[in-house]
């Protein structure tokens, strides 16, 4: 069965930087885009980057362009987000989905983010 | 990209219909026919309930359906059970590959 698991979330400091991992298995990884979806706490589900099949498109919210970066690892069947630049908003669960045709078809279980100094 | 709009709050009784609105623009949900739905419980992962506005993923109930008309989408569940008690997020493609959420509507079952 598909499963994502996220990794790397924790407290960080303002200003500073972490870096999310995302362990797909029970598909064929390579053969799907895959995106970054984050909610902060009490809030709603926003929408943060996605990645084309064979990394050579991205694509960002206007909230982080320029601070996340979002890359995969097809060998390693794993998405990573490197976020700088840390903001107190950045602070949410980050989940990890499956892109169907302009959806997302499966998700991950989230690993919270926390930005406080 | 600004935000859909909906309804903070649901609500119906075991065996009754709930239809919740989201609300776009005409350059999200007035525009691509590609409107989804998400249904999460408490600490639970958001769940695909709905994708481009009627198609219902293998293993979720038909008393789940969606609709549009111009820039409004609209998850109908019918025959409501206790277990639809969750919040529910409404989605749409909104072009240059964004995309854009719901602020997300708290079904409760009385």
């Known amino acids: 069965q598909v499963q994502l698991v996220e990794s790397g979330g924790g407290v960080v400091q303002p200003g500073r930087s972490l870096r999310l991992s995302c362990a797909a298995s029970g598909f064929t990884f390579s053969s799907y885009a895959v995106h970054w979806v984050r909610q902060a706490p009490g809030k709603g589900l926003e929408w943060v980057a996605v990645?084309?099949?064979?990394?050579?498109?991205?694509y960002y919210a206007d909230s982080v362009k320029g601070r996340f970066t979002i890359s995969r690892d097809n060998s390693k069947n794993t998405l990573y987000l490197q976020m700088n630049s840390q903001r107190v908003e950045d602070t949410a669960v980050y989940y990890c989905a499956r892109a169907g045709y302009r959806h997302f078809d499966y998700w991950g279980q989230g690993t919270l983010v926390s930005v406080s100094s | 990209q600004s935000a859909l709009t909906q309804p903070p709050s649901a609500s119906g009784s075991p065996g009754q219909s709930v239809t919740i609105s989201c609300s776009g623009t005409?350059?999200?949900?007035?525009?691509?026919?590609?409107v989804s739905w998400y249904q999460q419980h408490p600490d639970k992962a958001p769940k695909l309930m709905i994708y481009?506005?009627?198609k219902r993923p293998s293993g979720v109930p038909d008393r789940f359906s969606g609709s549009k008309s111009g820039n409004t989408a609209s998850l109908t569940v019918s025959g409501l059970q206790a277990e639809d008690e969750a919040n529910y997020y409404c989605?749409?493609?909104?072009?240059?590959?964004?995309?854009?959420f719901g602020g997300g509507t708290k079904l409760t079952v009385l």
């Open positions: 990645i084309s099949e064979d990394g050579s498109d991205k």
């Open positions: 989605s749409s493609y909104a072009g240059n590959n964004k995309w854009v």
């Open positions: 481009e506005v009627t």
């Open positions: 005409s350059s999200d949900i007035g525009t691509y026919n590609y």
